[in-house]
């Protein structure tokens, strides 16, 4: 297992369509999260799970977002309808219950709406 | 809104000196985290300071930890070029399991 894998790492697409990315989480992790990166920022918490179990959301993320991570492993994040604002680095981390190692990143997915 | 703060945002120096970046945060925490993050890239965990913890070392790095003042900071000596980057102070507020991060501060290291 070589760390988290975030796929893709580029995703260009067109206002008002849909687009998904996945991250594989280190296999043995059971915490997943979902953080949004734009320039210049830190990245800001979008959602995480504990195993399959969605356990938190943030308020930025509306009702155009959605994350899945059926059976604890890999776990997919669906936007739909993007708008320009939604441009941006997304980034996925994983840990073990309560981070006592730290959380370890994905490499992250860029994502240009256009 | 974001939990924790790096000060300075930006800081550029000699490769061989020493680089000191500060993190202050709001409330309570159960433990404190400092990430790089070269450009374009994702995060890299770099060192945790538990909450009872006053200071750690990690090779060339120093994290120190107030919680009285709360605020950190993270030391690196004799910098190289190669540690240009942005660094994140990241905070789990206490009763959290989430990291909430500051803006970052952006090192640049010449040679």
């Known amino acids: 297992d070589t760390g988290v894998s975030q796929d893709p790492r580029h995703k260009i697409t067109k206002r008002g369509q849909n687009v998904t990315f996945r991250c594989d989480p280190i296999s043995e992790h059971n915490r997943l999260y979902w953080y949004r990166q734009t320039l210049g920022q830190g990245p800001e918490f979008l959602t995480y799970?504990?195993?399959?179990?969605?356990?938190?959301k943030s308020r930025l993320l509306s009702d155009r977002f959605s994350a899945e991570r059926p059976k604890g492993s890999f776990s997919t994040l669906e936007i739909q309808r993007t708008e320009q604002g939604d441009s941006a680095m997304y980034l996925c981390a994983s840990s073990l219950a309560q981070g006592r190692d730290g959380y370890t990143f994905g490499s992250g997915t860029r994502l240009t709406v256009v | 809104s974001q939990q924790g703060e790096e000060d300075p945002q930006a800081l550029s120096i000699q490769e061989g000196e020493n680089a000191t970046m500060n993190c202050s945060y709001k409330t309570s925490i159960n433990n404190l985290q400092w990430y790089r993050q070269n450009s374009g890239r994702g995060l890299v965990h770099l060192i945790l300071i538990r909450s009872n913890e006053r200071e750690k070392h990690s090779g060339r790095l120093r994290v120190t930890l107030d919680t009285s003042k709360k605020s950190s900071s993270l030391l690196i000596t004799a910098s190289r070029a190669a540690d240009t980057a942005s660094y994140f102070c990241?905070?789990?507020?206490?009763?959290?399991?989430?990291?909430?991060f500051g803006r970052g501060t952006s090192l640049i290291v010449h040679p």
């Open positions: 799970f504990q195993n399959e179990a969605q356990l938190e």
């Open positions: 990241a905070t789990e507020p206490g009763g959290s399991y989430i990291p909430t």
